[in-house]
């Protein structure tokens, strides 16, 4: 259980992401607002709390493995990574632009000094590279099973859309990670109910989806999103759970925290104008009205 103290430095620190993911969108004039918005406690809880990864130790061998599959929503990975200390967040102004190393689907090239694991952009591939790496986890404790000094093992966390999973490669790798009860694995399901087409019920529908896993042997968590305690708790739970992978189904708005983009799938992938990033800013600077002053 986190110390109240500890849950409100992390409920700041999310908000301050989600003030950066609005400006580095308003300078690149282009790029995803919604998922991002609605995935930043997750990816807050992930980064500050729950995965063995600092910037002190970025490219550690038995550092955790986090996989953004969903590589479009990386404007909170880059926040969050800025914020955690990876890079200055002045940089985050360079998102999308020609040379720089925030481009508009997450890449590793730029590793150690990023600590991005894989390339993204085609969806459902980071949960195939994700299973693969968790398989390599297992395999590396084995190795070393007899040296007690030398056990480099490491938890896989991989970060996932709930339009992804119209991709039968997803279902393929969960299927896989079933048979082999891989308990080094922990997936996170961002489930806004939106895809960039409309409603995910209404494209291609995924309930009951709790169901589905447990049938290809998964455990599964249903949370809300947004409650950095419950995120924490229930990476917790997965880590002891010794019998199968886990899914943790993060139930979020789309768009979290700037009223005219929440539960719109029409902010799917496109970022605010000059007027819309000011209205968004003072929305978020204010806690949509519960702060009078943007100063307090």
Request: with cysteine; hydrophobic share 40%; net charge negative.
């Amino acid at each position: 259980m986190l110390l109240p103290s500890r849950l409100t430095e992390l409920e700041l620190a999310a908000n301050q992401i989600r003030q950066d993911i609005i400006t580095s969108l308003l300078s690149a004039k282009s790029g995803h607002s919604a998922g991002p918005l609605g995935m930043t406690d997750v990816f807050t809880a992930l980064y500050f709390e729950i995965a063995n990864i600092t910037p002190e130790k970025r490219d550690a061998e038995d550092r955790d493995r986090v996989i953004l599959s969903n590589a479009h929503i990386c404007p909170v990975l880059y926040a969050t990574l800025a914020n955690r200390g990876y890079f200055p967040r002045e940089e985050l102004s360079s998102l999308r632009k020609l040379g720089t190393r925030l481009q508009g689907h997450s890449n590793n090239h730029f590793r150690p000094e990023l600590p991005i694991e894989t390339c993204g952009g085609p969806l459902a591939q980071g949960i195939s590279q994700a299973v693969g790496m968790a398989i390599a986890s297992r395999t590396h404790f084995q190795a070393n099973e007899k040296d007690k000094g030398h056990r480099p093992t490491w938890q896989t966390w991989c970060l996932m859309g709930d339009g992804e999973l119209n991709e039968g490669q997803c279902w393929e790798a969960f299927m896989l990670a079933g048979k082999l009860n891989l308990r080094e694995l922990t997936v996170f399901i961002d489930r806004n109910n939106i895809q960039i087409d409309g409603f995910t019920e209404d494209i291609m529908p995924l309930e009951p989806l709790a169901n589905k896993f447990k049938a290809f042997n998964w455990s599964v968590i249903e949370i809300n999103g947004h409650d950095i305690q419950s995120v924490v708790s229930a990476a917790e739970l997965a880590k002891t759970t010794f019998e199968n992978p886990t899914v943790i189904i993060c139930h979020t708005t789309p768009g979290k925290g700037v009223s005219f983009m929440q539960n719109r799938f029409e902010w799917h992938g496109k970022p605010p104008n000059a007027e819309e990033g000011q209205i968004a800013l003072r929305e978020l600077r204010t806690l949509a009205g519960q702060i009078k002053s943007e100063h307090e």
